[in-house]
Each structure stands twice: as structure tokens, then as C-alpha cells.
């Protein structure tokens, strides 16, 4: 059993291009070195929007809002109001109904002998 293996040396293949790198290719798919330059570009960037999103977040945002309590309302009390709304909700139910009425009564003719 040798106690060394000797490999032979792997032929160099020429490089068309000197500054493009040989892309590595492996049967199935092509291996694509990454760019850190290119990288660096992105990275700078994305770090650029994502501060002018945090800018325009913090420019939208709402502002604290005080405001002295006051009573408000009229002299109305919460029960007359309470009343007045169910009052004005029933009438808005009866409305469309003899609205309907009143188109079929002058829909409808009238016999006459």
C-alpha cells in the first residue's frame, strides 16, 4: 500500500477573458461566484430606503393630541337621545315600506264598470 498518492496535475484552461472569472460548471447547474462589490451596492441601498421609510414613518406618525374635557351634547340628556334615535330608526324602516305601497297602488289599474 503506497503510502503517498500522487495526483496528476489538472491541465489549466485558457481564459478568454482576463477579467471575467471562468464561471465553474457542475453537469447540472452553473455555479455563479458572488460579487461582493455588487453586494456592497445593494447593501448600501437597501440600508438607504430603509432609513427613508423609517423618515416617512416618523413624518406620517400622529402627534399627541390634548385636549381640555368639555361637555358636549346639547342639553338633551342620554336617554331623550337614545329615545330620538330609535324613534328616527323606525321611521327609516317604515319609509321604504310605503314607498313600495305607493308604487303598486299606482301601478295597479282600477276596474271600472
Same mark, same amino acid.
Given at each position: *500500500? ?7 496535475? $489538472?491541465?489549466?484552461?485558457?481564459? $478568454? ?44 406618525? *400622529? ?9 358636549? %351634547? %346639547? ?8 329615545? $330620538?334615535?330609535?324613534?328616527?330608526? *323606525?321611521?327609516? $324602516? ?20
Amino acid at each position: *500500500m503506497p503510502s503517498a498518492i500522487l495526483l496528476k496535475p $489538472k491541465p489549466v484552461e485558457a481564459v $478568454k477573458n482576463p477579467v471575467e472569472k471562468p464561471k465553474p460548471n457542475n453537469k447540472a447547474f452553473t455555479v455563479i461566484p458572488p460579487n461582493p462589490k455588487k453586494r456592497r451596492e445593494i447593501q448600501k441601498k437597501a440600508e438607504a430606503e430603509l432609513a427613508a421609510l423609517e423618515e416617512l414613518r416618523l413624518s406620517r406618525a *400622529m402627534s399627541y393630541v390634548s385636549i381640555n374635557p368639555s361637555s358636549v %351634547g %346639547g342639553c338633551l340628556s342620554l336617554e331623550e337621545v337614545r329615545l $330620538k334615535q330609535q324613534q328616527e330608526m *323606525m321611521q327609516a $324602516k317604515r319609509k321604504p315600506k310605503l314607498l313600495i305601497r305607493k308604487q303598486v297602488v299606482e301601478e295597479t289599474p282600477v276596474l271600472t264598470r
